[in-house]
């Protein structure tokens, strides 16, 4: 069975019980492979829920879960598009025993079901249990109508593409790859309860995210916003707003090379008064609030004062509470590729990628991703950077932007959304001679073009108003 080894015990929500605790009086732990659907109600929320239940389950525990998938209705047609997903279990339930227990989940979640294949709030099937098949009234494994469904082969291909299931000759992948699909499939990956990535969708808009930072030490805009300054924090925001952004990233600590460490709470103290603007403005109802921090004490500050995403630059590297923070809040976060710290990032030992730097970049941000799969964060809440400037050299950025839809396709991490930074940084002013920073959107612009060209779903800026127009226009040309 594709390798398996039950996972050592990981960091749940606040509310579940550990994995540990849950198998230490179990002989025998199973594997279990569990699809995930809704088409009624609020999709996302209500598959969350189910994970949160089979979480909570003390003879069950979710190891990994797929992005989530926006399907067509199959068989039965007039109904609205489901979001579909799967998710691993480990297990100490038999098949039948299994079966009862997501039936209650479903009956417990409110699921009414009027007609076969109709609409539904919540759907559990089991796909698969370990190598074994069962066939009865109740129960067929391996799932009778899998290899016929796109929309269940690709979300068990997130998990486990090289797995063959019993009674099959070819692998999931392989039988995904005869598949030839009707309309187009997006992944959902939500940023923020009023803010969907639709990663797949060739004509989805690219989301803007503009940059507040609220430091006096930032390397182009530090001391430019006072966080004591209600007035003018409150008139830049609307005007970030007025631009049409989706998206606004505070930061209270810089990291830019050489930048001086402040304490945990002197960061929250910084950004704390950006979050409460923007929540305070009607005009920014509509906004995400990210937040760029590697400290996990900041991260549950700004998340438990109305944050809804973290931008990691060390993607939990820097803090080993973070992931754990993140996982038992439930918020989304961005996950970049950075290496060292940004005090020791652009050595030469940092900037050497010996088996090529998609390659390597890619493997490592898919360590990343099961480190926070590990930590309860499910995959339909991350977003990942290639951190462009961040431990590369001026060569390697433009190799990312130039690659950068083969980084998208990289095996573990197809599906996901991407974030773009590459406003003002120094390798866009070694390349154009323009040493003053806050000079260097004419060069910025372009590498923004790039980003969509190569297929960003977000792109991360200093100028909201400007990018914004090279977005639009970018997305004219490209998303079609």
């Excluded at 979710?62 to 399907?71: G, I, M, N």
């Excluded at 209600?230 to 990233?249: F, K």
């Excluded at 060069?443 to 800026?461: F, K, Y």
Aim: aromatic content about 4%; some cysteine; proline content about 5%.
């Amino acid at each position: 069975m594709d390798g398996y080894k039950p996972s050592q015990t990981s960091q749940r929500r606040e509310y579940a019980v550990s994995a540990t605790s849950k198998s230490s009086s179990i002989d025998k732990i199973s594997r279990a492979y569990i699809a995930l659907g809704s088409n009624v109600g609020n999709r996302v929320e209500m598959i969350e829920k189910a994970c949160l239940a089979l979480d909570q389950d003390p003879d069950m525990a979710v190891k990994r879960t797929s992005c989530l998938y926006e399907t067509e209705p199959m068989y039965v047609e007039d109904q609205a598009q489901f979001l579909n997903g799967a998710c691993e279990i480990e297990t100490s339930l038999q098949p039948m025993d299994l079966l009862d227990r997501l039936q209650g989940i479903e009956n417990t979640l409110g699921r009414v079901k009027l007609i076969d294949k109709g609409p539904r709030n919540i759907d559990l099937d089991i796909l698969l249990y370990n190598a074994e098949v069962v066939d009865n009234d109740r129960l067929k494994i391996p799932h009778a109508l899998m290899h016929e469904r796109e929309f269940v082969l690709r979300p068990l291909c997130d998990i486990a593409p090289h797995l063959t299931p019993p009674r099959s000759q070819v692998s999931l992948s392989q039988s995904l790859a005869k598949l030839s699909a009707s309309t187009p499939i997006s992944t959902i990956a939500e940023i923020a309860p009023k803010l969907f990535i639709h990663a797949q969708d060739p004509r989805r808009p690219t989301h803007v995210m503009s940059i507040l930072n609220v430091t006096p030490d930032s390397f182009s805009d530090g001391g430019k916003h006072e966080p004591t300054d209600v007035a003018e924090l409150r008139s830049t925001i609307l005007a970030h707003v007025r631009a049409g952004v989706t998206c606004i990233d505070i930061g209270g600590q810089s990291s830019r090379p050489g930048a001086p460490d402040i304490s945990a709470q002197e960061e929250i103290d910084r950004i704390l008064p950006a979050i409460e603007v923007i929540k305070s403005l009607p005009e920014a109802a509509h906004i995400a609030i990210s937040i760029d921090t590697y400290r996990a004490a900041v991260a549950e500050a700004a998340i438990r004062a109305g944050a809804h995403m973290i931008n990691d630059i060390s993607a939990g590297l820097l803090d080993p509470e973070m992931l754990p923070v993140v996982g038992r809040l439930g918020c989304s976060i961005c996950l970049m590729h950075m290496r060292g710290t940004p005090g020791t990032m652009s050595s030469k030992e940092n900037c050497t990628y010996n088996d090529g730097l998609i390659e390597t970049v890619g493997r490592e941000l898919l360590e990343r991703v099961e480190a926070a799969e590990e930590a309860g964060i499910r995959r339909w809440r991350i977003m990942l950077d290639p951190g462009v400037g961040f431990a590369k050299t001026v060569e390697q950025n433009v190799e990312i932007l130039r690659r950068l839809s083969e980084l998208r396709d990289y095996e573990g991490l197809r599906g996901m959304p991407w974030l773009l930074g590459t406003s003002r940084k120094g390798f866009i002013g070694k390349i154009t001679g323009v040493r003053e920073a806050k000079e260097r959107a004419w060069g910025t612009a372009a590498t923004v073009s790039a980003s969509i060209q190569g297929g960003a779903d977000m792109v991360r800026v200093h100028d909201a108003e400007v990018m914004m127009n090279v977005a639009s226009m970018s997305d004219a040309i490209w998303r079609v």
